[in-house]
């Protein structure tokens, strides 16, 4: 079992940055792959990045490319999500995802794959 604290959200202008946190409870965090999803207002949960489980591999949603970074600190427990350039469209409540899949993050990109979420951080970006 683990449990998944996000926080870091909040109301920014088009142009800033934030920086999302989502920590997790448990002795065995090295050993899921983690993801980070959004969901906006009337639409479907979307993918927006993920992490192997080791940190060597991730992958993105062609959206926020270049854009957004998702790294973890095992030693902490914490995955992050730093997100430059924002853009009014990324405006959505964002949720932190732990899977027991163990292969490269490009595998790990539904989020059918995942079995434990946050309660979600909302992000609003404003033009």
């Known amino acids: 079992q683990v449990q998944l604290v996000e926080s870091g959200g909040g109301l920014v202008q088009a142009g800033a940055s934030l920086r999302l946190s989502c920590v997790a409870s448990?002795?065995?965090?090295?050993?899921?792959?983690m993801g980070w999803f959004r969901q906006a207002p009337g639409k479907d949960r979307e993918f927006v990045a993920s992490?192997?489980?080791?940190?060597?591999?991730?992958y993105y949603a062609d959206s926020v490319k270049e854009r957004f970074t998702i790294s973890r600190v095992n030693a902490k427990n914490t995955v992050y999500l730093q997100m430059n350039s924002l853009k009014p469209e990324d405006t959505a409540v964002y949720y932190c995802?732990?899977?027991?899949?163990?292969?490269?993050?490009?595998?790990?990109?539904?989020?059918?794959?995942?079995?434990?979420w946050g309660q979600g951080t909302q992000v609003t970006v404003s033009s």
């Open positions: 448990g002795r065995t965090f090295s050993s899921y792959g």
């Open positions: 992490i192997s489980w080791s940190g060597l591999s991730t």
């Open positions: 995802a732990a899977t027991t899949i163990t292969t490269s993050a490009r595998y790990i990109s539904v989020a059918t794959d995942y079995g434990y």
